[in-house]
Nanobody, 127 residues
Framework: QVQLVESGGGLVQAGGSLRLSCAAS????????MGWFRQAPGKEREFVAA????????YYADSVKGRFTISRDNAKNTVYLQMSSLKPEDTAVYYC????????????????????WGQGTQVTVSS
C-alpha cells in the first residue's frame, strides 16, 4: 500500500506563487514516476505535471508550461510542485499520484497509469 499526503495549498492572489508538497510512504519512491493532477469544480481531473523516478525527465501540460515546476527529493520521499504566475483558472483541487510499476514513465498524462492518489489539496487563486 502507498500513502500520499499533499500539503501547501491555500488562497493566493493572481500572479502569486505556491509550492505544493507530496510526502510518500509504503513504496520504493525512488523507482516511481510521480504526477500532479487537478480537478476544478464541474470539470474532469486533468494532468498537470509528471517527473520520472530519477528526476531526469519532466512533463507539463501546455496550460502550466513555463509557470509550474515539478521536482522531487528521493531522500525525503517527497515530490513538489512550484506554481508561479498563478491565474484564477488554476483554481482546483490538486492531487499527487504515483504511477503503477517501477521505472515506467509512459502515458504519464493518463489517469489510469497511476495506481495511488493522495487526498488532494485546494488551491484557490483570486482575481
Amino acid at each position: 500500500q502507498v500513502q500520499l499526503v499533499e500539503s501547501g495549498g491555500g488562497l493566493v492572489q493572481a500572479g502569486g506563487s505556491l509550492r505544493l508538497s507530496c510526502a510518500a510512504s509504503g513504496r520504493t519512491f525512488s523507482s516511481t514516476t510521480m504526477g500532479w493532477f487537478r480537478q476544478a469544480p464541474g470539470k474532469e481531473r486533468e494532468f498537470v505535471a509528471a517527473i520520472s523516478w530519477n528526476g531526469i525527465r519532466t512533463y507539463y501540460a501546455d496550460s502550466v508550461k513555463g509557470r509550474f515546476t515539478i521536482s522531487r527529493d528521493n531522500a525525503k520521499n517527497t515530490v513538489y510542485l512550484q506554481m508561479s504566475s498563478l491565474k484564477p483558472e488554476d483554481t482546483a483541487v490538486y492531487y499527487c499520484a504515483a504511477m503503477r510499476g517501477d521505472y515506467r514513465a509512459i502515458n504519464y498524462d493518463q489517469l489510469n497509469e497511476y495506481g495511488y492518489w493522495g487526498q488532494g489539496t485546494q488551491v484557490t487563486v483570486s482575481s
